[in-house]
């Protein structure tokens, strides 16, 4: 009673979810339509099986065609609810290669007729396995390839979707395979078992919606975050000597190691506009100008303390002052090119090229992931 009373809050409650993500669609013109599908289906079907199993409504046969569809259609539905959440775009020629093999199984269905039960689960198995494994690559190489663009706060919410994604394929795997290979001993059980066993999971997705509604909304990743800091997040200064001194530099080291907690704590804190107009060889003059420090402790923090080379720190705090002008608005009136020449890369060219470097992806790709 208890278990059939929560199916039929559960399912009304998806179905609220996927109306409520219709809604926003019309005042903010952003949709995840492969999420609307997910909850909108699971929740039609969870009310329905809830106002059966009460007794309100009679039972009608399920179509065993029906059924086939929905089971085969899941696994590619979720692969690209994660993509839509996670990802830049979708192609609508991604969308049919992948369709192209729901299709091919289909027709194989029509042609061939019934399949045998345990065959069918076995080719299920093996079809949501195909899926399962493209979802992990797919999350596992985003999240590798874009630790750098987004915050802390922003992966860690791709990591939360994610895990809920493949937890709900998991799911639906498990169960619409023991769903077949159950059915032909008591299809009534089966079901009922199917539904009561992957309530709690439902439930607990819903409550993580109620926490975080910005994932129903599909604003995993914000534009603007005045509170980023990418001078932290890059982590270029280390508090130990980060290798083996050389002989040349020990009676130096001696000098500078009662200071080298306030110099890290102050190289840390310089703000990246004050030294981007430097070269390589005017670096550290320019350091100690702000900073007011000799010259030979700068050399040693940079050579022992820093995580890059001279040069690639300062390419770096370039970049760090085109990512806090991007932060700030910057693209939105004026142009890629523009901002390379403000942040001082001598070209175009150099600019991606380090861009790219330090940041995984290109500065136009970089702008499109944000819009």
Same mark, same amino acid.
């Given at each position: 009673?208890?278990?059939?009373?929560?199916?039929?809050?559960?399912?009304?409650?998806?179905? %609220?979810?996927?109306?409520?993500?219709i809604l926003n669609y019309f005042t903010s013109n952003k949709i995840n339509l492969f999420f609307v599908f997910i909850t909108l289906?699971?929740?039609?079907?969870?009310?329905?099986?809830?106002?059966?199993?009460?007794?309100?409504?009679?039972?009608a046969?399920?179509?065993?065609?029906?059924?086939?569809?929905?089971?085969?259609?899941?696994?590619?539905?979720?692969?690209?609810?994660l993509k839509s959440f996670i990802s830049i775009k979708i192609t609508w020629k991604e969308v049919l290669l992948h369709?192209?093999?729901?299709?091919? %199984?289909?027709?194989?269905?029509? %042609?061939?007729?019934?399949?045998?039960?345990?065959?069918?689960?076995?080719l299920f198995i093996i079809y949501g396995s195909f899926y399962y494994v493209l979802l992990v690559n797919s999350s596992r190489n985003f999240l590798r390839s874009h630790q750098t663009i987004f915050n802390k706060q922003q992966l860690f919410?791709?990591?939360?979707?994610?895990?809920?994604?493949?937890?709900?394929?998991?799911?639906?795997?498990?169960?619409?395979?023991?769903?077949?290979?159950f059915q032909s001993h008591n299809k009534h059980e089966a079901i009922t078992n199917m539904y009561h066993g992957s309530i709690i999971l439902w439930c607990l997705f819903l409550i993580?919606?109620?926490?975080?509604?910005?994932?129903?909304?599909?604003e995993i990743f914000t534009k603007k975050d005045p509170n980023r800091d990418f001078l932290k997040e890059f982590s270029i200064?280390?508090?130990?000597?980060l290798k083996k001194l050389e002989p040349q530099d020990v009676a130096l080291e001696i000098i500078v190691r009662g200071n080298m907690e306030k110099l890290i704590e102050d190289l840390k804190n310089l703000k990246p506009e004050l030294i981007i107009h430097s070269n390589g060889t005017k670096l550290i003059h320019e350091i100690s100008n702000h900073l007011n420090y000799p010259k030979s402790h700068l050399k040693f923090a940079l050579k022992y303390h820093c995580r890059f080379s001279q040069s690639d720190y300062l390419n770096l705090i370039r970049v760090i002052h085109a990512l806090n002008l991007i932060n700030d608005g910057y693209l939105e009136k004026y142009t890629i090119e523009t901002l390379?020449?403000?942040?001082?890369?001598?070209?175009?060219?150099?600019?991606?090229?380090?861009?790219?470097?330090?940041?995984?992806v290109s500065p136009s790709r970089y702008k499109r992931i944000l819009e």
């Open positions: 009673m208890i278990l059939n009373l929560t199916n039929l809050l559960v399912g009304f409650s998806l179905i %609220i979810v996927a109306f409520t993500v289906s699971v929740g039609v079907a969870r009310f329905r099986f809830g106002l059966v199993s009460l007794g309100l409504v009679e039972e046969n399920s179509s065993l065609f029906i059924i086939f569809i929905i089971m085969f259609l899941s696994p590619p539905i979720l692969y690209y609810c369709t192209s093999i729901f299709l091919c %199984i289909l027709a194989m269905r029509l %042609i061939f007729g019934v399949i045998q039960l345990e065959r069918l689960g076995v919410k791709v990591k939360q979707i994610t895990i809920w994604v493949l937890a709900l394929a998991l799911n639906n795997t498990f169960f619409t395979a023991y769903y077949i290979f993580y919606l109620f926490f975080n509604p910005s994932i129903l909304f599909n200064w280390n508090r130990k000597e390379g020449e403000v942040c001082h890369f001598n070209s175009r060219t150099s600019f991606y090229r380090h861009f790219k470097k330090h940041m995984g």
